[in-house]
């Protein structure tokens, strides 16, 4: 009798489903917690909610293929899944984007918004057939910082030669500037700026940025990253095998990914002010972009999309409704959002000894 209620009492779903064991690559290195931790909320949280029975083991980068080349093991099959940047991949089409962010884009809450509620992950989904993968947002950032330099950025001008590591399309708005962006890994980012290989780098922000020591060999620290208002990290399956899950497993592994969103951002927000506080201890000097700077890096980001929008279909194809969902959150956000931190803020900073 013991045995039969036990039995019983065991989720329907350990009773029923199969043994399942995945291989997940992510993009990240296992030192850099938060952002390669996206892949542990989700393989923790669907072996939980599945009583064990579907496993997920997740590789860091270059355990089994290297940090930028996830898509193209998911995509062939030699892993089943993956966690990335989409913008890790523009090299083969810029419309990787999207999914990810774009410079002077949208803000993390926007992002999403676009992804579930306006029309954006079907959008992305349609885009990523060719790709053989499908995606869930699993991660976001929130507004990053505009990375550290060997010496002072005033102007536009002295962007000009200037070799950044950066990510995504922002190397080409660097380009239009005079700047040679690199597309170089998290773990592969310090030796390079150590080296002088690169003169300046960004990544994430201060809880990341501290990990990897970057203040240690570029003091200078800039802000706003306005190349990445609300970067959204990427979970992508390899469509044949998430095609083959039964029903269950896949809306546990959705929720999972949903789960791994929030995770990240409520990490990172309540790291960054604790580390930045670090950083400037040890002698990081914080300094804003000039509206100079920020004025011709927007010009040259829409300059970008418009001549792509001539070329590229497939970027036309989302470009058009992302646009006109961005100008009504804009719309929006000017009205109680903006207001209220701009408020919020000064005065809260007035207050403060």
């Known amino acids: 009798m013991g045995a039969a209620a036990t ?19 992510s993009s990240f290195p296992k030192s850099l917690d938060t952002i390669y931790g996206g892949a542990d909320t989700i393989a923790q949280r669907v072996a939980a909610a599945t009583g ?29 899944m993956g966690h990335t940047a989409m913008y890790y991949y523009v090299g083969k089409d810029p419309t990787f984007a999207f999914e990810a962010t774009i410079p002077f884009g949208l803000n993390t809450r926007q992002h999403l918004a676009w992804m579930y509620q306006g029309g954006g992950k079907e959008l992305v989904g349609d885009f990523l057939k060719e790709y053989n993968v499908v995606s869930f947002p699993a991660g976001q950032t929130g507004a990053q910082m505009g990375g550290w330099y060997r010496k002072e950025i ?25 700047g040679v962006p690199q597309q170089i890994a998290g773990g592969d980012i310090y030796p390079a700026l150590e080296k002088g290989t690169i003169d300046a780098a960004e990544w994430v ?44 497993y896949r809306a546990i592994l959705e929720a999972a990914c949903y789960e791994a969103s929030i995770a990240m951002m409520t990490k990172y927000d309540a790291q960054n002010p604790i580390a930045l ?14 509206r100079e ?12 999309y418009e001549e792509l929008a001539k070329t590229n279909p497939k970027w036309k194809k989302i470009y058009e409704p992302w646009k006109a ?10 009205v ?16 403060t000894p």
Request: no cysteine; hydrophobic share 40%.
């Open 7 to 25: 039995t019983i009492a065991a989720p329907a779903i350990a009773q029923s489903q199969p043994e399942i064991k995945w291989r997940l690559a």
């Open 52 to 80: 064990g029975k579907f496993q997920i083991r997740v590789f860091a980068a270059g355990e089994l293929v290297p940090g930028l080349q996830v898509l193209d093991a998911v995509q062939a099959g030699t892993v089943e």
């Open 154 to 178: 005033k102007t536009p001008a002295d962007l000009n030669g200037l070799k950044m590591r950066i990510g995504g399309l922002a190397g080409q708005v660097l380009t239009k500037l005079g």
């Open 205 to 248: 922000g201060p809880y990341d940025d501290e990990k990897l020591g970057f203040y240690k060999v570029a003091k200078y620290y800039y802000y706003p990253g306005w190349w990445e208002g609300g970067l959204n990290l990427s979970a992508i399956v390899n469509r044949e095998q998430l095609e083959s899950l039964p029903k269950e």
């Open 277 to 290: 506080k670090k950083l400037i201890g040890s002698g990081a000097v914080l300094r804003p972009f000039s």
């Open 293 to 304: 700077i920020l004025q011709a890096a927007h010009k040259a980001s829409y300059e970008l």
């Open 325 to 334: 969902f961005r100008d009504d959150q804009y719309l929006w956000f000017r």
């Open 336 to 351: 109680a959002e903006t207001t209220f931190d701009n408020f919020t803020f000064t005065a809260g900073a007035q207050r």
